[in-house]
């Protein structure tokens, strides 16, 4: 398995097949009902727009909805200003956009706004449409590219971290055995997982020796009866399923359902031609890894073939 494009390449194309471009969510707010309409009829076409008559019940609806790419919130209503409601989004939702609409000369109130970093831009009421949408699709564009910035940390962070805890749990252990656990939870953490088992192979056969780790704390081990294991084994290859619901092959393996998992990704760890073992990454959500780290998850099933290599040799 020297070259794990064709791989990378086949889960892209049936990540392609099932993946449908979402519209970003916009909240709008205003306690004029007609102003809200007109928000909501302006950007229904492009975006997900989910409406509020107030920053009190806005709050309620992101506590509801999660986060959205843009927020438009009007600046004068009852109870709380715009930039109040405004200001209360920032802590839990640093990334989105935030846009006031204001009919008064509030300047005080804005540009403090503006400078703490909680208001993008304001537009004047009566606001122009054509304006007002190339404020909110730059708004959109800047969320994108904020995101953007904030998930290749993540990753990098996440790189960092497993590559350590691989190094440690190799120089750390003191036995083969000891190895497996902190191996699968390392794994296991880093991607996100429901469930992770690390089992070894002998013969090219499963051998009763593993590892795992589960975010219940429990792991039923089915990879014995799991088609993805087979053909695992056999190629040298990845194998996955993107969704299981979707998934033909799969349809009536029993496990899936029984135990919640939405999405297994199956890597063998591969020593010098020899499959040393299977590595089960589980998912309750159907699969959402990128390019870069179905790449890292590559790389470091071969940094843990050298380690159980080597553990096994002391």
Same mark, same amino acid.
């Given at each position: 398995?020297?070259?794990?494009?064709?791989?990378?390449?086949?889960?892209?194309?049936?990540?392609?097949?099932?993946?449908?471009?979402?519209?970003?969510?916009?909240?709008?707010?205003?306690?004029?009902?007609?102003?809200?309409?007109?928000?909501?009829?302006?950007?229904?076409?492009?975006?997900?727009?989910?409406?509020?008559?107030?920053?009190?019940?806005?709050?309620?609806?992101?506590?509801?909805?999660?986060?959205?790419?843009?927020?438009?919130?009007?600046?004068?209503?009852?109870?709380?200003?715009? =930039?109040?409601?405004?200001?209360?989004?920032?802590?839990?939702?640093?990334? =989105?956009?935030?846009?006031?609409?204001?009919?008064?000369?509030?300047?005080?109130?804005?540009?403090?706004?503006?400078?703490?970093?909680?208001?993008?831009?304001?537009?004047?009421?009566?606001?122009?449409?054509?304006?007002?949408?190339?404020?909110?699709?730059?708004?959109?564009?800047?969320?994108?590219?904020?995101?953007?910035?904030?998930?290749?940390?993540?990753?990098?962070?996440?790189?960092?971290?497993?590559?350590?805890?691989?190094?440690?749990?190799?120089?750390?252990?003191?036995?083969?055995?000891?190895?497996? *656990?902190?191996?699968?939870?390392?794994?296991?953490?880093?991607?996100?997982? *429901?469930?992770?088992?690390?089992?070894?192979?002998?013969?090219?056969?499963?051998?009763?020796?593993?590892?795992?780790?589960?975010?219940?704390?429990?792991?039923?081990?089915?990879?014995?009866?799991?088609?993805? =294991? =087979?053909?695992?084994?056999?190629?040298?290859?990845?194998?996955?399923?993107?969704?299981?619901?979707? *998934?033909?092959?799969?349809?009536?393996?029993?496990?899936?359902?029984?135990?919640?998992?939405?999405?297994?990704?199956?890597?063998?760890?591969?020593?010098?031609?020899?499959?040393?073992?299977?590595?089960?990454?589980?998912?309750?959500?159907?699969?959402?890894?990128?390019? *870069?780290?179905?790449?890292?998850?590559?790389?470091?099933?071969?940094?843990?073939?050298?380690?159980?290599?080597?553990?096994?040799?002391?």
């Amino acid at each position: 398995m020297d070259n794990p494009i064709p791989e990378i390449d086949k889960i892209r194309r049936q990540l392609m097949t099932i993946e449908k471009p979402k519209k970003l969510k916009l909240l709008v707010v205003d306690d004029e009902p007609d102003n809200l309409d007109l928000l909501y009829r302006t950007f229904r076409r492009d975006f997900n727009v989910l409406k509020a008559d107030s920053g009190i019940n806005a709050l309620e609806v992101l506590a509801a909805e999660g986060e959205v790419a843009v927020i438009i919130s009007d600046q004068r209503m009852p109870e709380m200003k715009g =930039t109040e409601f405004l200001s209360k989004t920032v802590p839990q939702f640093p990334d =989105t956009v935030r846009i006031i609409l204001t009919g008064f000369t509030d300047i005080e109130d804005l540009v403090e706004a503006i400078n703490a970093g909680q208001v993008y831009k304001y537009i004047t009421k009566p606001w122009d449409p054509t304006e007002l949408k190339a404020v909110v699709q730059r708004a959109a564009e800047t969320y994108d590219l904020l995101k953007q910035r904030t998930e290749e940390l993540r990753r990098a962070n996440a790189q960092m971290a497993l590559l350590t805890s691989l190094v440690n749990v190799t120089q750390l252990s003191t036995s083969f055995d000891s190895i497996l *656990d902190p191996l699968a939870r390392s794994f296991g953490e880093s991607f996100g997982c *429901d469930g992770c088992i690390l089992q070894m192979i002998d013969a090219r056969e499963l051998a009763p020796i593993q590892g795992s780790y589960s975010t219940a704390g429990k792991v039923e081990n089915w990879l014995r009866s799991d088609p993805l =294991t =087979t053909q695992a084994i056999a190629s040298g290859q990845m194998q996955v399923s993107v969704n299981v619901s979707n *998934d033909e092959k799969l349809a009536a393996v029993s496990h899936y359902s029984d135990n919640g998992v939405k999405a297994h990704l199956m890597v063998p760890i591969i020593y010098r031609s020899q499959t040393l073992a299977v590595l089960s990454l589980q998912w309750k959500q159907p699969f959402a890894l990128r390019e *870069d780290e179905l790449k890292l998850i590559h790389s470091s099933a071969q940094l843990a073939a050298i380690a159980l290599t080597a553990t096994r040799c002391c």
